[in-house]
């Protein structure tokens, strides 16, 4: 498994784990309801995930023989970065989509609120990343 492969894959882990973990905490009874709240969860679920993100990879690099990018790497990456994109292009699409239209779907209420909205948004940002790492593992995976 290359180095790129690895990244990938500790990457997904990390995103599908805390994405997971705000889903059901913050997202489920109990969590918390105002905007400000909500964004405090935000903040403290980016920097976990940086942190996390830092010590894995380290521990990536140091474990796995160094390599420097070749044309296959950069092919991989483009072409997930185009799926990932476009999914993100689409939960963004879908969220506009239920403010004009008033709630088609995702919301029950009269009036769309902030709140609902912004967890929609990062939702779409977190499917996005998703998509474009699973990408680049099926990728590498089937060019291995």
Same mark, same amino acid.
């Given at each position: 498994?290359?180095?790129?492969?690895?990244?990938?894959?500790?990457?997904?882990?990390?995103?599908? &784990?805390? +994405?997971?973990?705000?889903?059901?905490n913050?997202? #489920? %009874? #109990?969590?918390?309801? *105002?905007?400000?709240?909500?964004?405090?969860?935000?903040?403290?679920?980016?920097?976990?995930?940086? +942190?996390? %993100?830092?010590? +894995?990879?380290?521990?990536?690099?140091?474990?796995?023989?160094?390599?420097?990018? *070749? %044309?296959?790497?950069?092919?991989?990456?483009?072409? +997930?970065?185009?799926?990932g994109?476009?999914?993100?292009? &689409?939960?963004?699409?879908?969220?506009?989509?239920?403010?004009?239209?008033?709630?088609?779907?995702?919301f029950?209420?009269?009036?769309?609120?902030? &709140?609902?909205?912004?967890?929609?948004?990062?939702?779409?940002?977190?499917?996005? %990343?998703?998509?474009?790492?699973?990408?680049?593992?099926?990728?590498?995976?089937?060019?291995a």
């Open positions: 498994m290359s180095l790129y492969e690895k990244t990938a894959w500790a990457s997904l882990v990390v995103v599908v &784990v805390t +994405a997971g973990w705000y889903m059901v913050v997202l #489920g %009874e #109990g969590g918390p309801d *105002d905007l400000a709240g909500i964004f405090a969860e935000m903040v403290a679920l980016v920097v976990v995930i940086v +942190a996390i %993100e830092i010590i +894995a990879q380290i521990v990536i690099v140091v474990t796995t023989r160094k390599k420097d990018k *070749d %044309e296959r790497d950069v092919a991989i990456e483009g072409r +997930a970065a185009i799926y994109q476009l999914a993100v292009f &689409v939960g963004v699409f879908w969220v506009i989509i239920q403010v004009v239209i008033d709630g088609i779907w995702l029950d209420t009269e009036t769309i609120s902030r &709140v609902a909205v912004v967890n929609s948004l990062l939702i779409a940002l977190v499917v996005g %990343e998703i998509v474009n790492l699973g990408t680049q593992i099926v990728l590498y995976r089937r060019t």
